[in-house]
């Protein structure tokens, strides 16, 4: 990995689905809808004054979404933020910086 440039993506891990779940609440009321189904099935990471996480997220049979959630680093002691995401997405999308 450059400095500064994204991660290969890698599967999703459990602390990847810990990430996803942590910002689930602020993309439901971004987009004012509930999930029932929410894996993680992919990331990618980028290192700059913390992490931001690119995830693709399974929310339904074919439905997958993409989010960028950003980890501080550990000092701050601050929750994942949810940064962006983009809906819509399909299981053979390549994950992108956005």
Request: net charge negative; aromatic share 10%.
């Amino acid at each position: 990995m450059m400095c500064g440039g994204t991660s290969d993506t890698r599967p999703a891990t459990e602390e990847t689905q810990a990430l996803a779940d942590q910002v689930k609440a602020q993309l439901e009321e971004k987009e004012n809808k509930k999930f029932g189904m929410f894996k993680a099935t992919e990331f990618k990471t980028q290192l700059v004054a913390g992490t931001n996480y690119f995830i693709k997220v399974q929310v339904g049979g074919e439905e997958f979404l993409h989010l960028r959630v950003f980890q501080s680093l550990p000092h701050e002691n601050k929750p994942p933020a949810l940064h962006s995401y983009q809906m819509g997405k399909a299981r053979h999308e390549e994950l992108t910086y956005f």
